[in-house]
């Protein structure tokens, strides 16, 4: 497709299940990022993978939260044992590779989680 | 610990008037800024962006002003429209890292 894609668009769960949000980025851009915001609350960093380097996590709340990212493509963010305050919508992005520290990034319509 | 604050939860002004978005941030490794805007149910969509070696970047209806030395930047959008009614959010980011720094937000109205 032309835009970023995620899967589910939305996700109810009941506490303590896990589950998996997938993000399909823009074909060709090399860098993918996971960033969550929770109601009233701004936009938060989680993860960024980058080609083959490996990723930041450094902003991944707690183990529970993971990722995954195959190759240059599909990426898959997962929550173990998910607690109600990981009610959120977990917004996917993607950037192209450039030279310069300018990085716009596109994002995707989120998956919306809500932790019954 | 905020570096990206938009200090300004909501704004409302009159169509065709100027609309002034603010932010400050508090990390001077910050070299590229960047606005998004984020309507409802939907991701956020890049809108105009700011290297520090620049003070004022411009593009149509939007332009971005950087303060270095205040560590403060705005996005002027004039004329207002009311489809420019949206969430607002300044982001950051610091050279040789990629993630952003997303400030928390400012609702824009605009009224017709």
């Known amino acids: 497709g032309a835009g970023v894609s995620q899967s589910p668009s939305n996700k109810v769960t009941e506490k303590g299940k896990d589950v998996e949000l997938r993000c399909d980025p823009i074909?060709?851009?090399?860098?993918l990022y996971w960033y969550r915001q929770r109601l009233g609350q701004g936009l938060e960093f989680l993860i960024y993978?980058?080609?083959?380097?490996?990723?930041?996590k450094s902003g991944l709340p707690s183990d529970r939260f993971s990722a995954e990212r195959t190759g240059e493509s599909v990426s898959t963010l997962t929550i173990q044992r998910t607690q109600q305050e990981d009610s959120a919508v977990y917004l996917c992005?993607?950037?192209?590779?450039?030279?310069?520290?300018?990085?716009?990034?596109?994002f995707g319509e989120g998956s919306w989680l809500t932790v019954v | 610990d905020q570096q990206v604050k938009q200090n300004s939860p909501s704004l409302s002004v009159q169509e065709g008037r100027i609309s002034i978005l603010n932010c400050d941030y508090t990390?001077?490794?910050?070299?590229?800024f960047l606005w998004y805007k984020k309507y409802p149910a939907e991701g956020p969509t890049f809108l105009i962006s700011?290297?520090?070696?620049?003070d004022k970047n411009e593009d149509g209806r939007f332009t971005v002003f950087l303060n270095k030395s205040a560590k403060h930047l705005s996005l002027h959008i004039v004329p207002s429209q009311p489809g420019d009614s949206a969430v607002y959010f300044c982001?950051?980011?610091?050279?040789?890292?990629?993630?952003?720094?997303f400030g928390s937000g400012t609702r824009l109205q605009v009224q017709p």
């Open positions: 992005a993607s950037s192209p590779q450039t030279g310069s520290a300018g990085n716009t990034i596109y």
């Open positions: 074909s060709g851009h090399t860098a």
């Open positions: 993978f980058q080609g083959n380097s490996a990723p930041d």
């Open positions: 990390n001077s490794m910050f070299d590229y």
């Open positions: 700011i290297s520090s070696i620049k």
């Open positions: 982001a950051a980011s610091k050279a040789g890292r990629r993630a952003l720094t």
